[in-house]
Every structure is written in structure tokens, then in C-alpha cells.
T-cell receptor
Framework: GQQVMQIPQYQHVQEGEDFTTYCNSS?????IQWYKQRPGGHPVFLIQ?????EVKKQKRLTFQFGEAKKNSSLHITATQTTDVGTYFC?????????????FGKGTLLTVNP | DTGVSQDPRHKITKRGQNVTFRCDPI?????LYWYRQTLGQGPEFLTY????????KSRLLSDRFSAERPKGSFSTLEIQRTEQGDSAMYLC?????????????FGSGTQLSVL
């Protein structure tokens, strides 16, 4: 079955440093989504990428979808303490009629003020 | 929009007992998903509904798990003869298909502890 892998598992940064998490799928994806889960909270949707090579920005966050639609990344510039949480990528496999998001294990980001 | 609500928030049960969880999705949403999450892991897909039809069920899900969405609104997830390995956070999410990006809105989850 489809597998989605994320690295690193944990990342600790000083406030103001940049942060990147990477996501790789075992199969080609029709689209990929990113979610953020604050400690003790539930996942909250951040963005969806659909097109090969797509790049989207949300303020200090930059999301990329690979040319082969099998990998993605999230980059945060100048981290702030409010960025703390676990960032998950979730992919939908291409082909087939059923829509099932497969989540990676996530990257836990902690920020030292 | 009152969000996705789940009940109960916490459930402690003894091994071998049956438990049932309820999820009320956002009212106009036509898809409803159940996920399970353990500490340090991402949400693991269990099953999903479009309206009242159950479209897919994870192969990892044993026959002890059953979910219903009888009128295409709220859903229930039942676990029979619970085992300690069932201890996890059970997350419900809903979405609206057919209007742009299908984003999942998650509830706060039901934390199950099997003793």
C-alpha cells in the first residue's frame, strides 16, 4: 500500500532560524496536503498542492511539490515560538476513485525563544 | 459552523468491553473520516463515508471495528471486545467534496484507554 515518509522526526531550532521538513511517497500522488498539530490539539489544514513542481507561500511558510509528484517539502523562514507543533504531510494516491489521505509520521518542531 | 464534535472526549474501559464513539461533522459536509492516532505517529486511516455510504475500510482494521453513518449526518465507531492495543486517540474529520480544495476538518478526538 501507499506509504508516506517524513524526515526529520524531530527538529529543535532557536527562534529566528529556518526549518525544513521533507515528505516522500512510495507512489505518485494526485495531490498532497500539509497539516499542523499543536501539542494537545488536532490536525489543522494548512495547504494543498496539486500540480507538478508547484510552489505556494503562506507568509513565512513555503510549500513545494516535486516534479514527479512523489515528494514535497515545507520550509519555514525565521521560526517563531508560535510555529511549535507537529507538521504532517498527507498524500492522496493517483488513480482510483476513492479519496484516502495517507499521513506521514510528522515532524515535531520545537522552538527555543 | 460549529466545527466537528466528538463524544466522549475520554473513555477508559476494561479489556473485553465494547465501546462506541460518536462524531458530529460540520453540517453541510458530505464526507466523514475516521482516523486513529497514537503518540508520535501520524493519523492512521480507518474508514470513510460519502453521505451514508461507507466507501473504504482499512485492511488493517479488524472485524471488531465497525462504523456507521445512518442518515449521512453523524457517525458512530464501535469497537467490540477491546484490546490494550486499541488504546489511541480516535479522530473524526469531515470535508465537503465538490467545492474546490477538499480539506479535512478534524474534531478534538476521543482518547481511548483500555486497561
Amino acid at each position: 500500500g501507499q506509504q508516506v515518509m517524513q524526515i526529520p522526526q524531530y527538529q529543535h531550532v532557536q527562534e529566528g532560524e529556518d526549518f525544513t521538513t521533507y515528505c516522500n511517497s512510495s507512489t505518485t500522488l494526485s495531490n498532497i496536503q500539509w497539516y499542523k498539530q499543536r501539542p494537545g490539539g488536532h490536525p489543522v489544514f494548512l495547504i494543498q498542492l496539486v500540480k507538478s513542481g508547484e510552489v505556494k507561500k503562506q507568509k513565512r511558510l513555503t510549500f513545494q511539490f516535486g516534479e514527479a509528484k512523489k515528494n514535497s517539502s515545507l520550509h519555514i523562514t525565521a521560526t517563531q515560538t508560535t510555529d511549535v507543533g507537529t507538521y504532517f504531510c498527507a498524500g492522496v494516491g493517483s488513480g482510483g476513485s476513492n479519496y484516502k489521505l495517507t499521513f506521514g509520521k510528522g515532524t515535531l518542531l520545537t522552538v527555543n525563544p | 459552523d460549529t466545527g466537528v464534535s466528538q463524544d466522549p472526549r475520554h473513555k477508559i474501559t476494561k479489556r473485553g468491553q465494547n465501546v462506541t464513539f460518536r462524531c458530529d461533522p460540520i453540517s453541510e459536509h458530505n464526507r466523514l473520516y475516521w482516523y486513529r492516532q497514537t503518540l508520535g505517529q501520524g493519523p492512521e486511516f480507518l474508514t470513510y463515508f460519502q453521505n451514508e455510504a461507507q466507501l473504504e475500510k482499512s485492511r488493517l482494521l479488524s472485524d471488531r471495528f465497525s462504523a456507521e453513518r445512518p442518515k449521512g449526518s453523524f457517525s458512530t465507531l464501535e469497537i467490540q471486545r477491546t484490546e490494550q492495543g486499541d488504546s489511541a486517540m480516535y479522530l473524526c474529520a469531515s470535508s465537503l467534496v465538490g467545492r474546490g480544495v477538499e480539506k479535512l476538518f478534524f474534531g478534538s478526538g476521543t482518547q481511548l484507554s483500555v486497561l
